[in-house]
T-cell receptor, first 116, second 110 residues
Framework: NAGVTQTPKFRVLKTGQSMTLLCAQDMNHEYMYWYRQDPGMGLRLIHYSVGEGTTAKGEVPDGYNVSRLKKQNFLLGLESAAPSQTSVYFC???????????????FGEGSRLTVL | DAKTTQPNSMESNEEEPVHLPCNHSTISGTDYIHWYRQLPSQGPEYVIHGLTSNVNNRMASLAIAEDRKSSTLILHRATLRDAAVYYC???????????FGKGITLSVRP
């Protein structure tokens, strides 16, 4: 059982280039999230999705786009990369919440992006 | 979103209990208290969560104050592997996201 898989794990971009980070989960989770983490900081939410075909903005959405065409995949795109987007990106997923438990988030191992 | 306040860091000795505090004075009645930890160079991992009652699992215990304005994560016997950043987070029950602060950095001395 792979859990949450992120690709690529490392990438170096030049300013202005575009790229897509892929997050795949095999737990049939409804909810998926993209976070970024800068040195010495906590995680900040970029975008999230509560189901296939839906996306919503988080704390720091500017400069990023997302798509959730399939339930198991959540893509994060950078259309024109900037040095300020140098960061470690984490994807997470969780089951649909309700009154009871199972609200745990499962995280991937991270994707380290450097923009020169 | 209701916020949490944690000390920046804490040190502990190996094999001793560790109590990690968290204040959440603006917590609402439907907010769950979650704890996650992040080991070096890894993604965060779930530790425990609770609503009103104290909770225990194989990793830790969560003690929640009666007024729910604070909570404490208890590691019963710290190991070197427990050195990590621990995040205390509030989450409303349905359809909500987790907002991470800076967390508390736990160091464990051999």
């Amino acid at each position: 059982n792979a859990g949450v898989t992120q690709t690529p794990k490392f990438r170096v971009l030049k300013t202005g280039q575009s790229m897509t980070l892929l997050c795949a989960q095999d737990m049939n989770h409804e909810y998926m999230y993209w976070y970024r983490q800068d040195p010495g900081m906590g995680l900040r939410l970029i975008h999230y999705s509560v189901g296939e075909g839906t996306t919503a903005k988080g704390e720091v959405p500017d400069g990023y786009n997302v798509s959730r065409l399939k339930k198991q995949n959540f893509l994060l795109g950078l259309e024109s990369a900037a040095p300020s987007q140098t960061s470690v990106y984490f994807c997470a997923s969780s089951q649909a919440t309700g009154i009871t438990t199972r609200q745990e988030l499962f995280f991937g191992e991270g994707s380290r992006l450097t923009v020169l | 979103d209701a916020k949490t306040t944690q000390p920046n860091s804490m040190e502990s000795n190996e094999e001793e209990p560790v109590h990690l505090p968290c204040n959440h004075s603006t917590i609402s009645g439907t907010d769950y208290i979650h704890w996650y930890r992040q080991l070096p160079s890894q993604g965060p991992e779930y530790v425990i969560h609770g609503l009103t009652s104290n909770v225990n699992n194989r990793m830790a215990s969560l003690a929640i104050a009666e007024d729910r304005k604070s909570s404490t994560l208890i590691l019963h016997r710290a190991t070197l592997r427990d050195a990590a950043v621990y995040y205390c987070i509030l989450r409303t029950g349905a359809n909500s996201k987790l907002t991470f602060g800076k967390g508390i950095t736990l160091s464990v001395r051999p």
